[in-house]
T-cell receptor
Framework: LAKTTQPISMDSYEGQEVNITCSHNNIATNDYITWYQQFPSQGPRFIIQ???TKVTNEVASLFIPADRKSSTLSLPRVSLSDTAVYYC??????????????FGTGTQLKVEL | NAGVTQTPKFQVLKTGQSMTLQCAQD?????MSWYRQDPGMGLRLIHY???????DQGEVPNGYNVSRSTTEDFPLRLLSAAPSQTSVYFCASKPHGGEQYFGPGTRLTVT
């Protein structure tokens, strides 16, 4: 399973764009990159998933360079409610390995006024 | 859909006691997993299942048993509770090729 490295914490202010980068040097060909968000006392919640280039949904964008050894989660115009821990995961979504994902310690994002 | 449900929400056990944490999902997902999360840490995979009748070990399986007799249910059994098993336990399910959905968690304290 590919190991991931993220910053332990980040601070931002409301209205700013936040970019959280994750390193995954040993990513395998079948691996996808998935980001989750977790609030205190809750289970993680899926944010976005991608394989290469750029993926965008209503919540975030995910940028993946050609070598796929890193990825960047971009949160546009954050608000106080975006204060949470963000996890970057790498794993195969194919049969069998689909749910054997490894969570690192995540990035604690703190958004202030 | 209720999604992924877990019971109980809180539990206190004495060392050596056994218990079962319940997990159920009503989304007909093939895959289900159990994680534990210790304070300030990420989630660690305990056991997982790719379908009814099939289970496998994750990163930290010792002291836990699982079974998957139906698609909907994936109970986690603590055989003989130890203080080191004090943690928050999360169950998750996912369809093939899709995202994981997590339950609300069970906070377990072993004294």
């Amino acid at each position: 399973l590919a190991k991931t490295t993220q910053p332990i914490s980040m601070d931002s202010y409301e209205g700013q764009e936040v970019n959280i980068t994750c390193s995954h040097n040993n990513i395998a060909t079948n691996d996808y990159i998935t980001w989750y968000q977790q609030f205190p006392s809750q289970g993680p919640r899926f944010i976005i998933q991608g394989y290469k280039t750029k993926v965008t949904n209503e919540v975030a964008s995910l940028f993946i360079p050609a070598d796929r050894k890193s990825s960047t989660l971009s949160l546009p115009r954050v608000s106080l409610s975006d204060t949470a821990v963000y996890y970057c995961l790498v794993g195969s979504i194919l049969t069998g390995g689909g749910n054997k994902l490894t969570f690192g310690t995540g990035t604690q994002l703190k958004v202030e006024l | 859909n209720a999604g992924v449900t877990q019971t109980p929400k809180f539990q206190v056990l004495k060392t050596g006691q056994s218990m079962t944490l319940q997990c159920a999902q009503d989304m007909n997902h093939e895959y289900m997993s159990w994680y534990r999360q210790d304070p300030g840490m990420g989630l660690r995979l305990i056991h997982y299942s790719v379908g009814a009748g099939i289970t496998d070990q994750g990163e930290v399986p010792n002291g836990y048993n699982v079974s998957r007799s139906t698609t909907e249910d994936f109970p986690l059994r603590l055989l003989s509770a130890a203080p080191s098993q004090t943690s928050v336990y999360f169950c998750a399910s996912k369809p093939h090729g899709g995202e994981q959905y997590f339950g609300p968690g069970t906070r377990l304290t072993v004294t």
